[in-house]
């Protein structure tokens, strides 16, 4: 079954440490999107990827960083600069016309 | 700058009554259009999309949405709603842009099935 996967599903940390959120897709697809989902505030993105080696900012890259070495994994590392990285995160794939797939998602908690 | 407007935060609905989301986007030469639905704790599952042709459009679970581009709605319909409909649901657009396609997402509306 093709699809994309996102491990762990709950994560927690302690404030002042780096996390590395999992994605991967078996889906052939080129571009990959990060995005945060935060209660009444929709989705944001946050890095986007439309080929090997290459990525964009989104809208709040900031105390994140992003790798895109192989075509099926954007690995996202949240630093311990992310003032609230409490969130749910979402990893989507794309082939064209902007139609994206998404994955189960990973709930971050910081305390 | 491009948005998706989605106009209702939250809509409760009783059981086998109609339902209809609302979404306004922004004028563009080209626009592709889509409904997501999330459930708790789930990723976003694509619903239907509008890339071009028949300006009704049919999508997974019973739903439809009619592309209207004189009101630049997308509006989602459901003639009769399910408990198992109670979700949240996203308006999207991608609209064209240094060589790709961006998704801009509405806020959301979360729908609430009544029994």
């Known amino acids: 079954d093709g699809g994309i996967t996102q491990s762990p599903k709950y994560l927690f940390r302690k404030e002042g440490q780096n996390v590395t959120l999992s994605c991967e897709q078996n889906?052939?697809?080129?571009?990959m999107y990060w995005y945060r989902q935060d209660p009444g505030q929709g989705l944001r993105l946050i890095y986007y990827?439309?080929?090997?080696?290459?990525?964009q900012k989104g809208d709040i890259a900031e105390g994140y960083s992003v790798s895109r070495e192989k075509k099926e994994s954007f690995p996202l590392t949240v630093t311990s600069a992310q003032k609230n990285p409490t969130a749910f995160y979402l990893c989507?794939?794309?082939?064209?016309?902007?139609?994206?797939?998404f994955g189960p998602g990973t709930r971050l908690t910081v305390t | 700058a491009q948005s998706v407007t989605q106009l209702d935060s939250q809509v409760p609905v009783f059981e086998e009554a109609p339902v209809e989301l609302r979404c306004n986007y922004s004028?563009?030469?080209?626009?592709?259009l889509f409904w997501y639905v999330q459930y708790p704790n789930q990723g976003l599952q694509l619903l239907l999309k509008?890339?071009?042709?028949?300006?009704l459009v049919k999508g997974i679970n019973g739903f439809e949405a009619e592309f209207n581009k004189s009101q630049t709605s997308f509006h989602l319909r459901k003639p009769s709603v399910h408990i198992s409909d109670t979700a949240e649901y996203f308006c999207?657009?991608?609209?064209?842009?240094?060589?790709?396609?961006?998704?801009?997402f509405g806020k959301g509306t979360k729908l609430s099935v009544i029994p």
């Open positions: 889906l052939n697809h080129d571009a």
């Open positions: 004028s563009s030469v080209s626009v592709y």
């Open positions: 509008y890339l071009s042709g028949s300006t």
């Open positions: 990827s439309q080929i090997v080696n290459d990525f």
């Open positions: 999207a657009g991608a609209y064209s842009g240094a060589g790709s396609y961006q998704l801009t």
């Open positions: 989507a794939s794309s082939i064209r016309f902007g139609e994206q797939y």
